[in-house]
């Protein structure tokens, strides 16, 4: 697919670098000329100027993109190009500065197809790191509701059992999994959890801790806490 | 040009609607979240509305007031 990034700072140049990593055609707009120079050197096409104006983006081929990702730091410039790739029947992308905003623009902006929040990603990543091997966050479907990537262990209640025999609270779903090694695929009734084993489940946050135990049983501090309880 | 730190956008507009003095308010894209049109008598006036009404809408986190030359 041929896309343009409008700004080439540190979410922008990554995001042109996944996307032509992925065989994926990029021309990126930059409005500073020595990073524009680091653009070019690091072997991308790139427009250089202003990228809210619309004969910039037409020069970056914004008439032939499937999208358009508006990654500046400045909301102008980006809201200003989502308008103009609109207008070309462009799919778009627009990054925002302040979480607060996100709600504000998905309700209003009506030519923006997507936000991006890149602190709120960046928070994903340094929860899982956090808390670290058999429990991966991997996307905020809305505010109460997140997919999440659970490996099995030898700990694990449900090891040993088959998915038919894993039952969720309501307010959850199983939406996939993969043998340990394998890729993922369409969770099988028949499927048998055992170590290793990765079952990715959507579930709504007051839930999470319940699917958790059920998937990962309890952690070591829940276990220390339960015994000087009891 | 006013700033907030909420996203009850709907409530916050309508909050500076209906305000005394203020004549137009519109949701903007850019570094402001919304623009207020008020018509004032006098910069005493202006400063009403900035100052004691706008500044105490909950979630209304600054404002930058430009005076119409034309």
């Given at each position: 697919?041929?896309?343009?990034?409008?700004?080439?700072?540190?979410?922008?140049l990554?995001?042109a670098r996944?996307?032509?990593?992925?065989?994926?055609?990029?021309?990126?707009?930059?409005?500073h000329?020595?990073?524009a120079?680091?653009?070019?050197d690091?072997?991308?096409?790139?427009?250089?100027?202003?990228?809210?104006?619309?004969e910039?983006?037409?020069?970056?081929g914004?008439?032939?993109?499937?999208?358009?990702?508006a990654?500046?730091?400045?909301?102008?410039?980006?809201?200003?190009?989502?308008?103009?790739?609109?207008?070309?029947?462009?799919?778009?992308?627009m990054r925002?500065?302040?979480?607060?905003r996100?709600?504000?623009?998905?309700?209003?902006?009506?030519?923006?197809?997507?936000?991006v929040?890149?602190?709120?990603?960046?928070?994903?990543g340094a929860?899982?790191?956090l808390?670290?091997?058999?429990?991966q966050?991997?996307?905020?479907?809305?505010?109460?509701?997140?997919?999440?990537l659970?490996?099995?262990t030898d700990?694990?209640?449900?090891?040993?059992?088959?998915?038919?025999?894993?039952?969720?609270?309501?307010?959850a779903?199983?939406?996939?999994?993969?043998?340990?090694?394998?890729?993922?695929?369409?969770p099988?009734?028949d499927?048998?959890?055992?170590?290793?084993?990765?079952?990715?489940?959507?579930?709504d946050?007051?839930?999470?801790?319940?699917?958790?135990?059920?998937?990962l049983?309890?952690?070591?501090?829940?276990?220390?806490?339960?015994?000087?309880?009891? | 040009?006013?700033?907030?730190?909420?996203g009850?956008a709907?409530r916050?507009?309508?909050?500076?609607?209906?305000?005394?003095?203020?004549?137009?308010?519109?949701?903007?894209?850019?570094?402001?979240?919304?623009?207020?049109?008020?018509?004032a008598?006098?910069?005493?006036d202006?400063?009403?509305?900035?100052?004691?009404?706008?500044?105490?809408?909950?979630?209304?986190?600054?404002?930058?007031?430009y005076?119409?030359?034309?």
């Amino acid at each position: 697919m041929r896309f343009v990034i409008v700004g080439a700072g540190r979410v922008g140049l990554r995001t042109a670098r996944v996307l032509r990593e992925e065989g994926h055609e990029v021309v990126l707009v930059e409005g500073h000329d020595d990073q524009a120079t680091r653009v070019r050197d690091a072997g991308f096409d790139c427009v250089e100027g202003d990228g809210s104006r619309e004969e910039l983006l037409v020069e970056a081929g914004v008439e032939n993109a499937d999208a358009l990702g508006a990654l500046t730091g400045d909301l102008n410039t980006n809201f200003a190009a989502c308008l103009i790739a609109n207008h070309h029947d462009c799919r778009t992308v627009m990054r925002i500065d302040e979480d607060y905003r996100e709600g504000i623009y998905q309700k209003y902006a009506d030519e923006v197809d997507e936000i991006v929040y890149p602190e709120r990603l960046g928070a994903i990543g340094a929860k899982n790191a956090l808390l670290g091997g058999n429990l991966q966050a991997i996307a905020d479907v809305a505010e109460h509701l997140q997919v999440v990537l659970f490996t099995i262990t030898d700990d694990s209640p449900m090891k040993g059992y088959n998915l038919s025999e894993v039952t969720l609270p309501s307010q959850a779903r199983v939406l996939a999994f993969g043998k340990a090694g394998g890729p993922m695929g369409v969770p099988l009734p028949d499927d048998s959890l055992e170590t290793g084993d990765r079952i990715a489940v959507l579930a709504d946050f007051d839930v999470l801790g319940d699917v958790r135990q059920l998937l990962l049983g309890r952690s070591a501090e829940e276990t220390a806490a339960a015994a000087v309880e009891g | 040009m006013v700033k907030a730190n909420t996203g009850e956008a709907d409530r916050v507009k309508e909050s500076l609607a209906a305000l005394d003095g203020v004549v137009e308010a519109h949701v903007v894209a850019g570094d402001v979240d919304f623009v207020a049109k008020t018509v004032a008598d006098d910069p005493g006036d202006v400063k009403r509305v900035a100052t004691n009404a706008i500044q105490t809408i909950n979630g209304v986190e600054g404002t930058q007031t430009y005076i119409a030359m034309d």
